[in-house]
């Protein structure tokens, strides 16, 4: 598959929300799009699963997608590089995931709400000097959002 026609390969934070889990499930079912890697709480039970043990199947590829504790985790031996983070976790996590996503080249969207001045103004400057771009929706449709990824890329 070319780079014009392959999918944008997502991982999401906090796969067991129900933001996560819808996500993942819209994903899913969207050629133009392909989840490669998920990631929830260190020490979490559902850390460690495959995201079919979790929320039924979904890989595309047929190969299980297992829930890992960080972005680092998620990143070792990937094949397929995320080129988008969906972040659904907390203010102060989603900001450290959004920063390290951007310093590894993946761009965040960041779906929850609460985030300070403070954050704003980290984000603004990792964005700045990568030039990656970033998202912050605090509320918003899944699908809409997914969509605006695609025409994006």
Request: aromatic residues 4%; charged residues 20%.
């Amino acid at each position: 598959m070319d780079k014009k026609t392959a999918p944008i390969t997502v991982v999401i934070a906090g796969i067991n929300g129900l933001m996560g889990r819808a996500s993942a499930s819209v994903i899913h079912q969207d050629k133009q799009l392909k989840l490669v890697a998920a990631y929830g709480r260190t020490g979490a039970a559902y850390t460690g699963k495959t995201i079919d043990e979790l929320i039924g199947t979904l890989d595309k590829n047929g190969n299980a997608i297992t829930i890992k504790s960080s972005l680092k985790e998620c990143l070792s031996g990937l094949s397929d590089m995320p080129q988008v983070l969906l972040d659904f976790t907390k203010a102060d996590s989603a900001v450290e995931h959004a920063l390290e996503a951007i310093e590894k080249g993946i761009r965040p969207v960041i779906g929850t709400s609460g985030l300070t001045e403070d954050h704003f103004r980290k984000l603004k400057q990792a964005v700045s000097k990568t030039k990656i771009g970033a998202l912050v929706v605090p509320n918003f449709s899944v699908g809409a959002m997914l969509k605006l990824l695609k025409h994006t890329n």
